[in-house]
């Protein structure tokens, strides 16, 4: 029998190694992509998502203040950096396939798993890229301990569709298009060109994954009949626990269909001022 995209996407959750995992995503995502082509569809289907992805048995996972800080403009630091991103690419892949089987028992157009798709393949590259990045510096992913915890919102939002793509693409990933620049920069005065372009192709694409997240956001509160900026604000408040922090980019938020009165009044500033 031909999996579903709901068991490949299990597959993908539970394979630990990194190279594999992403290696696997990118295997999946072609054979979605090549169905359509084709004028066909994997089935959807259902399968149960893991509590917790696989993940290899290195890097350490630390609780974020026993994370060494060091300073990004020291060669080391640079390592540092890119470490953290790579842990967050890995996190990303995990994310849009969980995403996928979790939900999957909502009726969705074809076009949301199209996204969701297309969206871990392209993290899977980005994984790979700043693994090669690290390696051409002599590190590798592992090599450094990682944050604990980057799983906790999509666990919070296990069971909350509108909540996760509030969470996840709405707030963290529009939360890279606010710092990829300033990193690009550190990248760019090191002169490490080939982590600069890495860095580049990173930002260009999670604007698109921004954009799908408002996108489907919007569509589901449509169908219910609700008002995206009212749901927005209350689901932030209730599975992000913290204030968003400014500056942000708000012409990429922007184009990513993320308008200031969705994010402004979560701040520590707006929330004052709302109840
Ligand atoms: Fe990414
Ligand atoms: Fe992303």
New binding site residues.
Partial sequence: MTQTLSQMAVEVLTTADGRAKTALSHKYAAAWFAARKAGSEIEIGTATPPIMPSRPDKPELLSPRDVPRRRPGSPQGRIALLHAVAHI?LN?VDL?WDIIARFADTPMPVGFYDDWVK?AD??SK?FNLVCDCLENLDSHYGALPAHAGMWRAAEDTATDFLGRLAVV?MVL?AR?LDVTPGMITVFQKAGETETVSALET?YA??V???AYGSKWFNFLCGRHNLDPKDVFHKLVRKYFHSTLKPPFNEEKRAEAGLPPDFYWPLTEQGSVTEP
């Fill in positions: 690419e990303a849009h969206a392209e993290e980005h693409p990933e890279g990173i694409e999670e698109g994954h921004v």
